[in-house]
């Protein structure tokens, strides 16, 4: 079963660079990784998904070394208004590889101060 | 125009009632789930239809039926509640099942 592990929390101010690194050493050779965001009272966002090496879009990225056992989201310059929980997720695949089921932990809390 | 959408957001309830949690998506999405968030925050999967099949169905008591009457919508009804069903009830989609999950805004349970 694959799990992942991160920090429980971290903190930083705003215009920081944050950095949150999660291990998944049992991590499937056909599995990515998927980062989401979650703010009190609401449901997890989507923020970004790799599989190898480096990935970027306009809120984070994510790096991955090659041998895929750990990943780091990368938040730059952050703002008051990126405090949340930071969800690291891989999956196990089921029915013969047609469906995916993302196994949660307990995410990372970030607290940006000013 | 939300996304996903579900109704209540609150729902208060006395033990042994029968209560349901609807969720519709406008998105146009294959597969809709149903997850379950505890007290600490544990994101647990609990079922999951593709184009109305069951997909997953996670260890959950049979007091917990899904039913997906079309694409768009998944509703979770909850026979003879218990206090330990009290958390926040989170639908979500996906187009399948590699692309990322939209979520709900969820729906605080208390069972008292």
């Known amino acids: 079963l694959a799990k992942t592990t991160q920090p429980i929390s971290m903190d930083s101010y705003e215009g920081q660079e944050v950095n949150i690194t999660c291990s998944h050493n049992?991590?499937?050779?056909?599995?990515?990784i998927t980062w989401y965001q979650q703010f009190p009272s609401q449901g997890p966002r989507f923020i970004i998904q790799g599989y190898k090496t480096k990935v970027t879009n306009e809120v984070a990225s994510l790096f991955i070394p090659a041998d895929r056992k750990s990943s780091t989201l990368s938040l730059p310059r952050v703002s008051l208004s990126d405090t949340a929980v930071y969800y690291c997720l891989v999956g196990e695949w089921l029915n013969a590889g047609n469906n995916r089921k993302l196994i949660w932990g307990l995410g990372t809390s970030l607290a940006v101060n000013p | 125009d939300t996304a996903v959408s579900q109704t209540p957001k609150y729902l208060v309830t006395q033990m042994g009632n029968d209560k349901s949690i609807k969720c519709e998506q406008n998105?146009?999405?294959?597969?809709m789930y149903w997850y379950k968030q505890d007290s600490k925050k544990f994101l647990k999967i609990m079922f999951s239809y593709n184009n109305k099949e069951l997909i997953i169905n996670e260890t959950v008591p049979n007091r917990f039926s899904p039913k997906s009457p079309d694409k768009a919508h998944l509703n979770l009804h909850i026979n003879s509640l218990e206090l330990g069903d009290s958390a926040v009830y989170f639908c979500?989609?996906?187009?399948?099942?590699?692309?990322?999950?939209?979520f709900g805004n969820g729906t605080r349970l208390t069972v008292t």
């Open positions: 049992n991590i499937a050779t056909n599995d990515y």
């Open positions: 998105l146009g999405h294959d597969t």
């Open positions: 979500a989609s996906s187009q399948d099942a590699d692309s990322p999950l939209h």
